[in-house]
């Protein structure tokens, strides 16, 4: 129904809020650990202890690869929910429709006869 399909997306949305903002977290450690990386690289006393910097570079870039990735699952997930619901979730009463075309009106008519308008609509 339209209401889980709704639902759902609004639990995506959440989903997918909570996922960039983890990405965002693993991209400022990756920063941080390319940083360590050269500046040990950068000091010639160190270079070879640069090693075990180098692993843990690689591993915080493979955990922002992989928020990435799950960011870009959600945001497809949330492009298809949007697009089943314009084609599945009518608004029975066209609201939305009949909103867009009293502002389109409105720059036509008096406020007062498109309010007239309304009131005699039947919903």
Same mark, same amino acid.
């Given at each position: 129904?339209?209401?889980?399909?709704?639902?759902?997306?609004?639990?995506?949305?959440?989903?997918? %809020?909570?996922?960039? *903002?983890?990405? $965002?977290?693993?991209?400022?450690?990756?920063?941080? =650990? =390319?940083? *360590?990386?050269?500046?040990?690289?950068?000091? !010639? $006393?160190?270079?070879?202890?640069?090693?075990?910097?180098? @692993?843990?570079?690689?591993?915080?870039? %493979?955990?922002?690869?992989?928020?990435? &990735?799950?960011?870009?699952? @959600?945001?497809? &997930?949330?492009?298809?929910?949007?697009? &089943?619901? =314009?084609?599945?979730?009518?608004? !029975?009463?066209?609201?939305?429709?009949?909103?867009?075309?009293?502002?389109?009106?409105?720059?036509?008519? $008096?406020? *007062?006869?498109?309010?007239?308008?309304?009131?005699?609509?039947?919903?």
């Amino acid at each position: 129904s339209c209401a889980n399909k709704l639902k759902n997306m609004k639990d995506d949305v959440t989903d997918a %809020r909570d996922s960039a *903002e983890q990405a $965002e977290y693993k991209q400022s450690e990756v920063e941080s =650990k =390319k940083s *360590e990386l050269d500046d040990c690289k950068d000091d !010639p $006393e160190s270079y070879g202890g640069c090693q075990d910097l180098y @692993y843990e570079y690689q591993d915080a870039k %493979r955990e922002y690869d992989s928020s990435v &990735s799950d960011v870009q699952s @959600y945001v497809s &997930s949330l492009e298809n929910y949007m697009d &089943s619901i =314009k084609r599945n979730c009518k608004d !029975p009463n066209n609201v939305l429709t009949i909103c867009r075309n009293l502002i389109l009106l409105k720059e036509k008519h $008096e406020l *007062e006869k498109l309010l007239l308008v309304c009131k005699t609509m039947k919903y």
